[in-house]
Nanobody, 126 residues
Framework: DVSCRRRGGGLVPVGSSLRLSCAAS????????MGWFRQAPGKDREFVGA????????WYGDSVKGRSTIARDDAKNTVILQTNNVKDEDTAVYYC???????????????????WGQGTLVTVSS
């Protein structure tokens, strides 16, 4: 089994910064891209951001582009997402996601994900 130990989330004031980290365990994650998806109430799950295994490439969803930074530590199987100037629409359940590099080299899509972490709820408070 794969598990993600999450840090961050909970209640976040509007306009502040959100920082989520995920450390994957349970197997070796060489050759896996790591990132985040989220699902807001009543909406489909959407891509937030991801980082390519080995570094060099990051992707961001349109809803967070310009406000978010994603980074990973391959040695620790960890991925960190920071989103600044959070908005009400950032309220969602956030999921850590892993995709094997063989599945593609472009922005990850839900159908390509090999492993999902347990979701963590982020609520932006006005």
């Amino acid at each position: 089994d794969v598990s993600c130990r999450r840090r961050g989330g909970g209640l976040v004031p509007v306009g502040s910064s959100l920082r989520l980290s995920c450390a994957a365990s349970g197997r070796t994650f060489s050759n896996y891209d790591m990132g985040w998806f989220r699902q807001a109430p009543g909406k489909d799950r959407e891509f937030v951001g991801a980082a390519r295994w080995g570094g060099g490439t990051t992707w961001y969803g349109d809803s967070v582009k310009g406000r978010s930074t994603i980074a990973r530590d391959d040695a620790k199987n960890t991925v960190i997402l920071q989103t600044n100037n959070v908005k009400d629409e950032d309220t969602a359940v956030y999921y850590c996601a892993l995709r094997h590099v063989i599945r593609g080299s472009q922005l990850p899509v839900e159908e390509q994900i090999d492993y999902w972490g347990q979701g963590t709820l982020v609520t932006v408070s006005s």
